[in-house]
Each structure stands twice: as C-alpha cells, then as structure tokens.
C-alpha cells in the first residue's frame, strides 16, 4: 500500500532533479566535470542516487533520480553542484517521481498502489 500524508496525498519515495545545460556543454563543463561527479559520487555513497547523466546527444541537459531526500535536501545539493554554481546548468528542477514499476532492485522505491 502507498504510504500517504495527513492531507491524503501519496508521499513520493524518488525525486528527479532536472538540470538544463548551457549551449556547446561538452567543453564548457570539462574544468567542472571531475568535481561534479565527486560531489554527486558522495550522494551515491550515501544511497542517494539511483541514476544519473545527461539526456540528448549532443546533452542538452541532465537527469538524477534521488531517494531518501527532501526536496529542501535536493535542493542544497543543487545549489553546492559545481556545474550548477560554475553556470553550466542555466535553469535545475526538482519534481515528485512517482515510480510503481521497475527492477527488482528498485522495490522499495516504488510506490505499490
């Protein structure tokens, strides 16, 4: 069953942070690149991260998908992401995913409704 809040409305278990890229990414990001995967490699430690990257080809923009965070938490790891506060990403959200399928290695992320 899906868990759900005081209002009724059901507590998603994943959020996507959404980041928009600025033009020609692929070389503007490189001074940036290794410690934007170091910052978000210790949300990945931490259990964090499901998945991420960039979407597009050439990218036009990137993808994370986050569990056990807030969106006050999400956002506080946007605002430290070195792409973020070097102005590779021009524009971040952050939105309720609510998953009910997936891989067995995703189950207790999915919401069962």
Same mark, same amino acid.
């Given at each position: 069953m899906a868990s759900t809040s005081s209002t009724g409305t #059901?507590?998603?278990?994943?959020? =996507?942070?959404?980041?928009?890229?600025?033009?020609?990414? #692929?070389?503007?990001?490189?001074?940036?690149?290794?410690?934007? =995967?170091?910052?978000?490699?210790?949300?990945?430690?931490?259990?964090?991260?499901? =998945?991420?990257?960039?979407?597009d080809n050439p990218p036009a923009g990137g993808l994370i998908i986050l569990r056990n965070l807030s969106i006050d938490d999400i956002e506080q790891i946007a605002q430290q992401d070195p792409y973020v506060t070097n102005g590779i990403v021009t524009k971040y959200t952050i939105k309720p995913y609510m998953a009910?399928?997936?891989?067995? =290695?995703?189950?207790?992320?999915? #919401?069962?409704?």
């Amino acid at each position: 069953m899906a868990s759900t809040s005081s209002t009724g409305t #059901i507590k998603p278990k994943l959020y =996507l942070l959404q980041y928009d890229y600025v033009a020609n990414v #692929i070389e503007k990001r490189k001074p940036y690149r290794e410690a934007h =995967l170091a910052h978000m490699g210790k949300q990945v430690e931490k259990g964090n991260v499901v =998945l991420g990257g960039a979407f597009d080809n050439p990218p036009a923009g990137g993808l994370i998908i986050l569990r056990n965070l807030s969106i006050d938490d999400i956002e506080q790891i946007a605002q430290q992401d070195p792409y973020v506060t070097n102005g590779i990403v021009t524009k971040y959200t952050i939105k309720p995913y609510m998953a009910v399928v997936g891989d067995t =290695l995703l189950s207790n992320d999915l #919401i069962k409704i």
